[in-house]
Nanobody, 126 residues
Framework: QVQLVESGGGLVQPGGSLRLSCAASGFTLDYYSIGWFRQAPGKEREGVSCISGSDGSTYYTDSVKGRFTISRDNAKNTVYLQMNSLKPEETGVYYC???????????????????WGKGTLVTVSS
């Protein structure tokens, strides 16, 4: 059974850091591209970052460039999202998703990926 499980969310103060993990089971992440998405309360889901399964290239939405880092550990079948200098407006549920490609159109990461986790809540608040 294909499954993605996110972890690492929690409460953090503005300016703080969190590292999210996306662990896969039922399939090997090696050849898949993994995307991170977030959905703030009352807002649409947005693509945050993606790492390609073919060449390791990465995508970041403009608002997180320089602060977030996506990485993968194929031996652990896990992808990480290191988030630094977090802002209150980045509060929301963070999801990871898997597909063969990171599809970016007009600078935006598409959400039509095949497999999705259930999400982990990140709250940035003092």
């Amino acid at each position: 059974q294909v499954q993605l499980v996110e972890s690492g969310g929690g409460l953090v103060q503005p300016g703080g850091s969190l590292r999210l993990s996306c662990a896969a089971s039922g399939f090997t992440l090696d050849y898949y591209s993994i995307g991170w998405f977030r959905q703030a309360p009352g807002k649409e889901r947005e693509g945050v970052s993606c790492i390609s399964g073919s060449d390791g290239s990465t995508y970041y939405t403009d608002s997180v460039k320089g602060r977030f880092t996506i990485s993968r550990d194929n031996a652990k079948n896990t992808v990480y999202l290191q988030m630094n200098s977090l802002k209150p407006e980045e509060t929301g549920v963070y999801y990871c998703a898997a597909d063969y490609h990171c599809t970016v159109v007009a600078g935006t990461l598409g959400s039509g990926m095949d497999y999705w986790g259930k999400g982990t809540l990140v709250t940035v608040s003092s």
